[in-house]
């Protein structure tokens, strides 16, 4: 395949639905409700495109959806992983409303070179709801204690810090390691009031939780407690991921940024759209993140084909904005992009 950028094809980022049965407050869905586009990806969609060597990591997390919610998400999943069992498979996804016979048939799919991330903010119903509105905690729970009986693939409890549980991670955590998680994840935020006055409501933010809790960064921050010895196994991505580092820090040492989507971190994006985009970050329909340059049709795979998106000249434009677009200045920029940071998904 023509790769006349040079982009990291070992690394690809799916938002393969962007249907979710959550109604988040700070999910772009609910924020900017008006300019969302419900749809999904097809197996047939991947198969057209992604049929090529060399993928080393697949990352399904939607910036609007939840992956599990696409008609032939196990479809999808299963077609990866028989094409090649060492690819690595990250999944995220709140868990909700699906069935102990579609857990088993996911673990099935899945082995030891995989993780899936459970986002659970509460510990039963209603604590989990003050964020993850319309969840179902039950068979959330019951899909996650299926899962850990039907695969080896590494489990994470990944958890946001809010004012409603940051008294209750201890309680989170002991959970997480009663029902066999591997992990348990804490995630700092930056999407409360001290840092965006919009999201004050009622004079304050009822979401912030104390200071320690709210990442000091320009992106989320996490904090892992390790529950158990399973990790997953050989990371190939993890040495593509390195190599490519080495090779843009190198090439951009005088630059004020040092561009991720040029190393791989965070996956080429494809949206439920089929629009290619840099990363996720770029991808939020944010009026503010400079997203929007590539919502356009050179630029959608549906239509266009893979090899074609990834040569347009499009590109050309973009690569010589990396200095100016905020998104970029943010989160790539060449004080923070150490090797730590630019091997960390």
Known sequence: M???????????HFEPSSICTLHCPRCPRNEFPETLVQTQLSLQFFKDNFNFDGIRKITFCGDDGDPIYAKEFLDIVSWFKQKDPTVSVNIVTNGSYKTPEWWQNLGSALNEYDQIHFSFDGWDQASNENYRVNCDWDSAV????????ATNATMIWDAIAFRFNEDHIDHMRSLAEKWKFDQFQLTLSTKFGSKYSHYNTVGIDPLEPSQKFISGSHRFERKIDNLSSRRPKTDLALLENIKYYNNVKQLYKDQPIVPLCMIGTKGMFVNSQGYLLPCCWLGNRYNDVGGEQFYIPENNIKSQGLENVLNSRHWDGFIKQFNSLRECKNKCTSSIVNKEYATNW
């Open 2 to 12: 023509q790769n006349h950028y040079n982009w990291p094809l070992w690394h690809w």
């Open 142 to 149: 019951e899909g996650a204690r299926t899962l850990r009986t």
